[in-house]
């Protein structure tokens, strides 16, 4: 069963960059579509970025668009999310997950789920 890991949230300024990462382990995700969304406190999860099995494809949500970049690393099963110029409407727990068929921009096509982690942007 895959397991996926997120590690890389914490407390940043408004205007800096976090790098969030994905780690895949107990099997191989190469195949699979990555995407993050992210849940602020009273709010619904909400699509952020998904990137295609080999990195050709990449999806954003209006809101990151030219601010986040989604990338991925297959040799070491790993998913990224570089944050930059982040706002204080950004803090929310991020999380990750793959997906094998179904449409990236909605959360019950993913098949695997990591446990989140939590952004803070203070103004």
């Known amino acids: 069963q895959v397991q996926l890991g997120e590690s890389g949230g914490g407390l940043v300024q408004a205007g800096g960059s976090l790098r969030l990462s994905c780690a895949a382990s107990?099997?191989?995700?190469?195949?699979?579509?990555i995407g993050w969304f992210r849940q602020a406190p009273g709010k619904e999860r909400e699509f952020v970025a998904a990137i295609g099995w080999s990195g050709a494809s990449t999806y954003y949500a209006d809101s990151v668009k030219g601010r986040f970049i989604i990338s991925r690393d297959n040799a070491n099963d790993t998913g990224y999310l570089q944050m930059n110029d982040l706002r204080p409407g950004d803090s929310a727990v991020y999380y990750c997950?793959?997906?094998?068929?179904?449409?990236?921009?909605?959360?019950?096509?993913?098949?695997?789920w990591g446990q989140g982690t939590l952004v803070t942007v203070s103004s």
């Open positions: 997950a793959v997906r094998s068929k179904g449409s990236v921009w909605y959360e019950d096509s993913y098949d695997y």
């Open positions: 107990g099997g191989t995700v190469s195949s699979f579509a």
